[in-house]
């Protein structure tokens, strides 16, 4: 079964940056995006960006733009998201998702997340 | 503003039915696909609904999901103290190039 397996939970000061790592299992690796929310705690779900862990290529919510990146190890079949310049804002739950979209899909896009890891709290504090 | 609309809470009492619903525009559920997850308290997000109404394996078929214009709905018939959580809808969004979630909605079985 997929299976998505988070590091453990960090604790960074302000102005450092953290790196988040999400190892699939159950799958292709490469055959899947892997994208990243995360959740402040009593908060909504933000979503942050996607990866695609065949190419490399990435793309990022404006938001973070310039703040995070997203890359992978193929031979470990794992997923990190480094997000730098952490302000206590950045305190919350961060997740990996597995990103697809149907390829009978037709009028616009259907993407989703079908597979979540467990979460990794990060907290951000002097 | 937030891109997709939610209500904060809906409440029913066990056996009956709710619905959410998810408001956004013609550059999110206008032009593209909904998605649904349900998020039990202290746990990880997890599908309920992909491309407007389609359930994955395992979930059963009290949950439905439809589309109309520019909003989406999410159904529960027979509601159980079991499906007390968090329910956020998803799309993509066509103006941003990014997924966007919805303000995500409480549900409380009285």
């Known amino acids: 079964q997929v299976q998505l397996v988070q590091s453990g939970a960090e604790v960074k000061k302000p102005g450092a940056s953290v790196k988040v790592s999400c190892k699939a299992s159950?799958?292709?690796?490469?055959?899947?995006?892997i994208n990243w929310v995360r959740q402040a705690t009593g908060q909504g779900l933000e979503w942050m960006g996607w990866?695609?862990?065949?190419?490399?290529?990435?793309g990022y919510a404006q938001k973070f733009q310039g703040r995070v990146t997203m890359t992978r190890s193929t031979s470990m079949s794992t997923a990190y998201m480094e997000l730098s310049s952490l302000r206590s804002e950045d305190t919350a739950v961060y997740y990996c998702?597995?990103?697809?979209?149907?390829?009978?899909?037709?009028?616009?896009?259907?993407?989703?997340?079908?597979?979540w890891g467990q979460g990794t709290l990060v907290t951000v504090s002097s | 503003q937030p891109v997709l609309t939610q209500p904060p809470s809906v409440s029913a009492a066990p056996g009956q039915t709710v619905t959410i619903s998810c408001s956004g525009s013609?550059?999110?559920?206008?032009?593209?696909?909904v998605s649904w997850h349900q998020q039990l308290p202290g746990t990880a997000p997890k599908l309920l609904i992909y491309?407007?109404?389609k359930r994955p394996s395992g979930i059963p078929d009290r949950f439905s999901g439809s589309k109309s214009g520019t909003s989406a709905t999410l159904g529960i018939t027979g509601l159980q103290t079991g499906d007390e959580a968090d329910y956020y809808c998803?799309?993509?969004?066509?103006?941003?190039?990014?997924?966007?979630f919805g303000t995500g909605t409480k549900v409380t079985v009285l």
């Open positions: 990866m695609n862990p065949y190419s490399g290529n990435t």
């Open positions: 013609s550059s999110t559920i206008g032009n593209n696909y």
């Open positions: 159950g799958y292709t690796f490469t055959r899947y995006d």
């Open positions: 998803g799309t993509w969004d066509s103006s941003l190039s990014a997924f966007v």
């Open positions: 998702a597995r990103g697809e979209a149907s390829p009978d899909c037709s009028g616009g896009s259907c993407y989703f997340q079908d597979s």
């Open positions: 491309e407007n109404n």
